[in-house]
């Protein structure tokens, strides 16, 4: 079935797109370790060369003099990081909840609704920098601030899914052969809900690693790593000057998004085959 | 639109102003909790830790919040306050958060304003022309546009722009809402505000211009080959006008309905704006208080920013209405 659903893909053009700036950014984030193994914190040269000045910096050094390309390789691996960890937080946040309301129904479900409404009424933004700052700044606070405002639109999915197809014939099937609640949920309804929320978790890591950008980019990063956020961040006040500085992670963070933009576009088509008649 | 309609707005609005109370009720408990799970005690935190607050205001505090009583006493004492909007003092700044957050408010809600009016416009614009040429080259341009807009992170554009159109090209201001150095007034004033306001307005505006145009592509594609479309082209109705009046116009609720879901989003952005332009609103408010660590002040934000979420939902919720009459109060 995975690989029926990796051909498919390939074939969708924006998605094979997609799945190369991928591979390109876990490349980066694995092998460009090797490539640029120094301290991205560790001045390596003089302050702002630009990109092509120095064979030893070939992505020229920010202001304190710290190689460009070491703290792009690291913010590879913490975007990709942060990203799916919080996803998988939310995920798993969003269909807990999801899956109790819309199977139980009733007052758990209204009292579950109130809560989700609750986390999509506050600017989510908002919530994480309150959660990061007060929770001091570091790699697991971000990641679980990111994850706590972003599970709202999984458990509204997961729910609805769960509220059609808990009155479906093979559901009623399994609960007259005697089938406990727990087992009901998890293996005959969850794995019918999974596929839309597979396409929503892939949008939701593009949102995610932006949010951990703009929260490293307010200062509110981890002190000890070097992210994507943190050298735009940095290099803010000579952005007129070095504009490179500020330009080249927030090219890194373009291409990473619309990476998992594409990818998730390309699976809603390739779990969705009824949506893309329709489109045409 | 009837006398009775009008009463009949009037009712909804009473009760839907209603739903702010349990907003209210559930973030100042979602504050609570964050301060209980936070490190040190309450006063601790929302003192800040740079040791900038006076012994007698931690002890005011430690009282206001009666730190001596079991949790439930102090969550009582805190609704309480929250409830009448009485959201402390900021030592910082020396001055009532509310009072504080008021003061920012306008200049938030001008640049949300102005943002939202643009992404609107562009967004139908785009959106049409997007719908009327598909699968035709301006169509592909314009999906591949809104692709990599989608990508963009907020502030990275907004520093690119101040790059691109403050630094090099000199065209327009990089930072404030109007230039301090100067004493304008009438015309003058307004003219250096929305020269102020071009680059930040359109910054916000980016990401959702291109939400818009999605939207409105699909949505317009969809009436195309509606019923009521397919009879106003057998009256004879040009296609300009069955594009403007029947098709636009509906194609106008689920933008209105995705405003209203984003409005929490446009605030968070906005703050990040605000602190890349220097915009004096709440999101800059919101900055300075994280570089204070003024937590009080920046709880405060949280609820108020949430209040007016849930505001404006309504209000957008009316404007709903007025376009569709088939909407019941």
Redesign the interface.
Known sequence: MYLALLKELLRNRAAAAGLALLLATLLAATLGRFWFPGDPWEMSGAPMLWPGDDAANPLGTDLMGRDMATGLVSGAGVSLMIGLVSTLIAAGAGITIGALGGFYRGWTDAFLMRVTELFQTVPQFVLAVVLVAIFKPSVATATFAIGIVSWPPTARLVRSEFLALRERGFVEAARALGMGDFRLIVTQILPNALPPVIVIAALNIATAIQTEAALSFLGLGDPNVMSWGTIIGNGREQVVDAWYICGLPGIAIVLVVLAFNLLGEGLNDALNPHLREKET | MTQTRISAVFRFLRRRLWQVV??VF??AL?NFL??Q???GDVVD?LAGEAGAATPEYMARLRADFGLDKPVPVQFLHYIQHTALLDLGFSFRQNMPVLQLILERLPATLALMTAAMGIAVISGLILGVLSARHVHRAADRVISIFV??T???????LG??A??LF??RLGWLPSSGMTDISVELTGFAYLRDLAKHTVLPALTLATFYLAVYTRLVRTAMLEYFGADFIRTARAKGATEARITLFHALRNALLPLMTMLG?QL??I???A??VE?VFSWPGLGRL??ES??A?D?NL??G??LF??VM??VL?ICVDVVYAFLDPRIEF
């Open positions: 349990p907003v559930g973030i979602l964050i301060l799970l936070a490190p935190v692709l990599v989608y990508a963009l992170p907020t502030f990275w520093l690119m101040i790059v403050s630094a879901l929490g989003s605030l968070s952005g703050v990040l602190s919101a900055f994280v570089l660590r937590f920046l709880l934000i949280l920013s949430s979420v849930t939902n």
